[in-house]
């Protein structure tokens, strides 16, 4: 039998960490001078991807660049009041019984991902990997094994351009960062609709 390889983006694929994370770049925005992610901004990012969002904004792309980093480091203190998203501690502790090998690929810091999984008593993952955010193809391509079925399971467009890239299956869920019909249109392999779905994948 085929080994099986689970890999999983962590904000809003995991943990519902978003709203933490919008926090602090909103915290970080205004004291850089620069006004908080607006209702229109956020809705551009579910609609459009991130990536091509931020683009149009006012923010000087070495902003963001410094923003993006300074997130990492400054959510660290908020990032146990996250919880795991509904569903998915029960989804992933049935797949490591059925012998998945489980994994995560995030933009996030290894250190807040051990920390939050370890506070949630779901310390069962068998690799944890960070990547930069316009990184994860490269890593995603030295992860993919020669035997096997590697899934990469994400809720950003971004994630599924990564996957289909790098050449593995892409799942899409909708209910994280990623509206459904901006995922849907980055061509996933398949769009599922909830954790109990990763049980029941076509390949």
């Known amino acids: 039998m085929k080994e099986r390889i689970y890999c999983f983006d962590f904000d809003g694929t995991i943990a519902d960490t978003l ?8 915290h ?16 551009k990012i579910r609609e459009e991807g991130l990536e091509k969002a931020l683009r149009g904004t006012d923010i000087p792309p070495y902003k ?4 993006y980093h300074k997130v990492k480091k ?3 203190k ?5 919880e795991i998203r509904d569903g998915m501690r029960e989804s992933l502790e049935s797949l490591k019984k ?8 995030t933009s996030n810091s290894k250190e807040n991902v051990k920390e939050f999984l370890k506070e949630k008593n779901l310390d069962i993952f068998d690799f944890i990997k960070t990547s930069s955010f316009f990184g994860k193809r490269k890593e995603l391509r030295k992860l993919k094994r020669k035997e096997g079925i590697f899934i990469y399971i994400g809720d950003e467009t971004s994630d599924v351009k990564a996957g289909k890239r ?10 994280g960062l990623s509206s459904r019909e901006a995922l849907l249109r980055s061509r996933p392999d ?7 779905d990763l049980l029941n994948l076509p390949f």
């Open 19 to 26: 709203s933490v994370i919008f926090l602090e770049a909103d």
């Open 28 to 43: 970080l925005l205004l004291e850089s001078g620069e006004k908080k992610i607006s209702d229109d901004l956020l809705r």
């Open 64 to 67: 963001l660049f410094f923003l």
């Open 74 to 76: 400054r959510i660290k």
């Open 78 to 82: 908020n990032i146990l009041k996250a």
């Open 98 to 105: 059925e012998g998945t090998t489980l994994g995560v690929l």
């Open 166 to 175: 790098a050449g593995v299956k892409t799942v899409a869920v909708p209910w």
């Open 190 to 196: 398949i769009l599922i609709e909830k954790p109990a």
